[in-house]
């Protein structure tokens, strides 16, 4: 057991440390939802009604709304941010060692994974911080209730970037792949807009939000910043998880799975 601890420990602080010294990722990961905080907030705020919809007991601004689908932005990045480095990592060798450890791969590939997660997190506390003194008003245990959701998002989006990671086969192709990914998951989904507008512009669009897990972890994270608990999201987003994290440990198996690659003959 003390070696299993110790090995958490260590990739865990390695990914802090990492992220410690990019001082430019964690400004990064702070300016896309401050500039759709302070800009086009702003702009929207008289363009864009919210009726009362739980867990809001009154009507509020849209700077209150978009709060928890920004603190889902940071995680979603943070999470194809982890797979971009994961791809670097298997390019120049460093996760093929880690990988030959003898451990359990899937432990070190969760650890991986928990590493990122904790970094996400001290992302959304920053953001929290800023979101207070801009004035936006948000219950006062907000950040530790919101902790359960934040992790459980976080690695549901952590274990996608995995899946993703074990699929690009070289750096280059990581933007194109991301494009069709991190958009469309993040605008076909109720952090800018609730449900219910989606489903007045179409139900296919509807459809579609619905569908999008990261819609249900939005809605969790919304819920738990107000100490309520969003069922549906929970599930979905745990299903989501043990799916995503599945299909990442196979992905990265040696035998077989969608990054191995084949052994050479001979």
Do not use: K
């Amino acid at each position: 057991m003390t070696i299993w601890l110790i090995a958490l420990r260590g990739i865990v602080a390695r990914e802090v440390l990492r992220f410690v010294h990019q001082r430019e990722r964690f400004l990064g990961a702070l300016v896309r939802p401050l500039v759709w905080l302070f800009v086009f907030a702003a702009g929207f705020r008289a363009a864009l009604g919210i009726a009362i919809i739980p867990p809001y007991e009154t009507y509020i601004p849209y700077e209150v709304y978009i709060v928890p689908g920004l603190i889902g932005m940071i995680q979603l990045f943070n999470g194809m941010q982890g797979s971009l480095s994961m791809v670097y990592d298997r390019e120049m060798g460093s996760m093929r060692v880690l990988l030959t450890s003898p451990l359990p791969r899937g432990f070190l590939l969760m650890a991986r994974l928990l590493g990122g997660v904790v970094v996400s997190v001290l992302q959304v506390a920053a953001f929290l911080l800023i979101v207070r003194l801009y004035g936006i008003d948000l219950p006062t245990m907000a950040p530790l209730t919101v902790l359960p959701a934040l992790l459980l998002n976080g690695l549901m989006l952590g274990a996608l970037g995995m899946v993703l990671a074990s699929t690009i086969r070289q750096l280059e192709n990581f933007a194109g792949v991301m494009n069709f990914v991190v958009f469309p998951l993040f605008f076909l989904s109720s952090a800018l807009y609730p449900l219910y507008r989606m489903e007045e512009a179409g139900p296919l669009l509807w459809w579609l939000c619905s569908l999008n897990p990261f819609t249900h972890g939005v809605e969790l994270i919304r819920f738990a910043l107000y100490g309520q608990l969003d069922g549906q999201g929970l599930a979905v987003v745990a299903g989501a998880t043990l799916l995503f994290a599945a299909l990442a440990v196979r992905g990265y198996s040696p035998a077989r799975g969608m990054g191995s690659r084949a052994p050479a003959a001979g």
